[in-house]
């Protein structure tokens, strides 16, 4: 069973950054796909980046491309989001994500289906 605990939200003012962060445990992490999702209140959760196994391929909604930046080190156990020029509308909580099933480049599995383990969320709140 995959564990995921997220970390590293708070309140930040618009313009600032946040780094938030997910460790995982059990599984196989250096072969999954990995992935943050968000949900704001009164909306549905919806894709914000992935990962591929190895790193070396990422892939952004397009409402973050340029300002967010997915990372991971599979050493730890660990993915990153750098969250930069944050504005008001990414105030939601975000929710790392892992997905076992075989992934292929190319691919944005940005679907919250094509994932089989979440963590509880962090929030973060941007302010005007």
């Known amino acids: 069973q995959v564990q995921l605990v997220e970390s590293g939200g708070g309140l930040v003012q618009a313009g600032g950054s946040l780094r938030l962060s997910c460790v995982a445990s059990?599984?196989?992490?250096?072969?999954?796909?990995m992935g943050w999702f968000r949900q704001a209140p009164g909306k549905e959760r919806e894709f914000v980046a992935s990962i591929n196994s190895s790193g070396g391929r990422t892939y952004y909604a397009d409402s973050v491309k340029g300002r967010f930046t997915i990372s991971r080190d599979n050493a730890k156990n660990t993915i990153n989001l750098q969250m930069n020029s944050l504005k008001p509308e990414d105030t939601a909580v975000y929710y790392c994500?892992?997905?076992?099933?075989?992934?292929?480049?190319?691919?944005?599995?940005?679907?919250?289906?094509?994932?089989?383990?979440w963590g509880q969320g962090t929030q973060a709140t941007v302010s005007s």
């Open positions: 994500a892992a997905r076992s099933r075989r992934s292929y480049d190319g691919i944005y599995y940005s679907s919250s289906n094509d994932y089989a383990y």
């Open positions: 059990g599984g196989s992490f250096s072969t999954y796909r």
